[in-house]
């Protein structure tokens, strides 16, 4: 048997033990460092953010091709939601980063390191929803202030046009544009963006609940698409009453700068509660989840 | 430093862990032993705060895992191989763990040098071979220092050179006075690393003792000898000193080699039909406690 395969003694660097304890700062940092240490994170927010932007420019592209040629799209046209239009192509990327987050952990096993770490599960579980929630925040008003911008920028090269195949002939004049002055432009960009936070939000919940990449994902696309085909498909009466608690319909009165005027719709800031409060009660019962749970 | 009280864990009907009572010492590695499935790590998950208990209890230092100020200053521990995320590195892995409980992010590279790791830190795990991952989850469990360690089957997937240094290694973690508690499959392992032993067999004790006291029972020459005069050879035997014992077959002589039983029985005249010395290794004795609690008889083990 070699000896000097004997590894030296273990250094006493880390001996002294510091007073206190670990605290939820600590676990920010950590998940902070987990987040930005995979590739997955930082492609879900390229691709979020490329999908934002093209979206924008390919939408105010063809308004200004096709202006005047459809009365449909001309009346109610908001330049707001025009160039925002990735937004709900952009919700599939948050949602897969939001349950990646979590998910990636319990499939590889890694959750025990973490757990290990900080053995208070809601500590760890709550840092990860306050550094993806802060993420999110940041990285949705960056990409909706590029996706504004070049939209509008790309309205403003729209030429006056006359609506055809109407009588009397109506002149509808250049595309509208907006200016981050103008008014609901602001307060559409700040609820669009406390959308995509809750909604990355909601997703976590979904994670740790379900644990499992595939299952969680298929979780969130069922429930933010076919449900809305679901409830299409109910009596209007039932319709009326539960279309306007869906993501997707909440989605339609968040991302605007002028009112959503309907009966059966919510306004805007109570579409931004209501989605708060889904991710409150999905976080809140995935931490119990967690809590209870083997790890 | 370890203590486990009454410990048991259910999964249904199934019962992992059986009422399991041990504790561990410090200043030794503490071998624990037990067939494939018999609840090893399902009990060092319970003392780590992982699993659950379905009832009893698991202290380190007289608190609960939980209960921990700064755990990984605390308690070290190798869980499975792959409890690390393979998109990482393996020192972005350690350094999110040293920031979760404040050690210095120059105690990484210290524990990468220390697991000799140095050369691929930067590499994403994904790539590594289980010999490598199980140097990393040995280079975890040694980031924050701690006083107390749990290395669940350390040396599987290590290539023989790695086997001696694990070997070593936590040799010299007891030397310094630290709890070192370690599970294997290994008898033969155990008995050349720990100085006590903790066996299970389907979740319950089955021996907690010295290693040398394992070997001692364990090991002993033993001689069987068949014969029609019994009870002129018990007397032979006894008047020179030796112990006997009676089994279904014959008489079981202690500490003795068989030419001796030979030339007593030539002296005596005493006729003989068989005279066989018993040779039980350690592995067979580790067997012979466990026979009845190995779950997957005739399997070929599961890599983990």
Redesign the interface.
């Known amino acids: 048997?070699?000896?000097n395969?004997?590894?030296?003694?273990?250094?006493?660097?880390?001996?002294t033990?510091?007073a206190?304890?670990?605290s939820l700062f600590?676990?920010i940092?950590?998940e902070w460092?987990?987040f930005r240490?995979?590739?997955?994170s930082v492609w879900c927010l390229a691709i979020f953010t490329i999908i934002m932007v093209g979206f924008s420019a390919l939408f105010c592209a063809v308004t200004v091709n096709q202006w005047g040629k459809h009365p449909e799209d001309v009346f109610g046209f908001d330049p707001l939601t025009a160039s925002l239009a990735g937004v709900t192509m952009g919700s599939l990327a948050i949602g897969v980063l939001g349950v990646m987050v979590v998910s990636?952990?319990y499939s590889?096993?890694?959750i025990?390191?973490?757990?290990?770490?900080?053995?208070?599960r809601s500590t760890v579980m709550l840092a990860k929803a306050i550094v993806l929630g802060t993420v999110i925040f940041v990285t949705a008003a960056v990409a909706e202030l590029i996706a504004f911008f070049l939209g509008q920028a790309i309205l403003s090269t729209g030429h006056a046009a006359t609506l055809i195949g109407q009588f009397p002939a109506t002149h509808i004049g250049k595309p509208p544009t907006v200016s981050l002055g103008s008014h609901g432009v602001l307060a559409g960009l700040i609820a669009t963006d406390c959308y995509l936070t809750t909604l990355a939000l909601v997703t976590l919940g979904l994670g740790i609940l379900i644990r499992h990449t595939a299952g969680a994902i298929s979780a969130f696309v069922g429930v933010l698409f076919p449900l809305f085909l679901i409830v299409a498909l109910l009596p209007t009466t039932f319709k009326d009453h539960l279309q306007k608690f869906l993501p997707l319909e909440i989605q339609q009165t968040v991302v605007v700068s002028k009112p959503v005027v309907s009966a059966t719709s919510m306004s805007m800031w109570h579409g931004v509660i209501a989605m708060a409060l889904y991710a409150v009660v999905l976080v809140g019962a995935g931490i119990s989840f967690a809590v209870?749970r083997?790890? | 430093m370890i203590d486990v009280t009454n410990l048991t864990k259910r999964y249904g009907t199934k019962v992992a862990v059986n009422d399991l009572s041990f504790s561990v010492a410090r200043g030794s590695v503490t071998g624990f032993l037990g067939p494939n499935g018999s609840g090893k790590s399902t009990t060092m998950?319970m003392i780590?705060?992982?699993?659950?208990p379905t009832s009893g209890t698991a202290t380190i230092g007289g608190k609960a895992?939980?209960?921990?100020?700064?755990?990984?200053?605390?308690v070290g521990?190798l869980?499975?191989a792959?409890?690390?995320?393979?998109?990482?590195?393996a020192y972005?892995?350690l350094?999110?763990?040293a920031?979760?409980?404040?050690?210095?992010t120059?105690?990484v590279n210290?524990v990468l040098r220390?697991?000799g790791l140095e050369e691929t830190a930067k590499k994403r795990t994904g790539g590594f071979s289980l010999g490598m991952g199980q140097r990393l989850g040995i280079a975890?469990a040694?980031?924050?220092?701690p006083e107390v360690l749990l290395f669940d089957e350390p040396v599987n997937g290590l290539d023989p050179?790695g086997i001696?240094?694990v070997r070593?290694?936590l040799r010299?973690?007891a030397a310094?006075g630290r709890t070192v508690f370690v599970s294997s499959h290994l008898m033969a392992e155990m008995a050349l690393t720990a100085d006590h032993l903790i066996v299970i067999g389907q979740g319950r004790l089955k021996a907690a003792m010295s290693v040398d006291e394992f070997i001692s029972t364990n090991s002993r020459q033993r001689v069987r000898v068949r014969t029609p005069e019994v009870d002129r050879l018990m007397d032979a035997l006894s008047g020179a000193g030796l112990q006997t014992e009676a089994d279904e077959h014959g008489l079981i002589v202690y500490d003795v080699v068989s030419d001796r039983i030979g030339e007593l029985c030539s002296a005596s005249n005493i006729t003989l039909h068989e005279l066989s010395p018993m040779v039980a290794s350690l592995e067979e004795a580790f067997m012979e406690l466990t026979r009845d609690d190995v779950e997957y008889h005739g399997q070929i083990e599961d890599a983990r």
């Open positions: 048997m070699t000896t395969l004997l590894p030296p003694p273990p250094a006493p660097s880390a001996r033990i510091p206190g304890s670990y600590d676990a940092k950590a460092m987990k240490t995979v590739r997955s990636a952990e590889t096993g890694s025990r390191a973490s757990f290990a770490a900080i053995p208070h209870r083997d790890a | 998950r780590l705060g992982l699993d659950h895992y939980r209960d921990a100020r700064w755990p990984l200053r605390e521990a869980l499975e792959r409890s690390i995320h393979p998109g990482r590195t972005n892995h350094r999110t763990l920031v979760a409980n404040r050690i210095p120059s105690r210290e220390l697991v975890a040694m980031l924050g220092d050179e001696v240094w070593t290694f010299s973690l310094e």
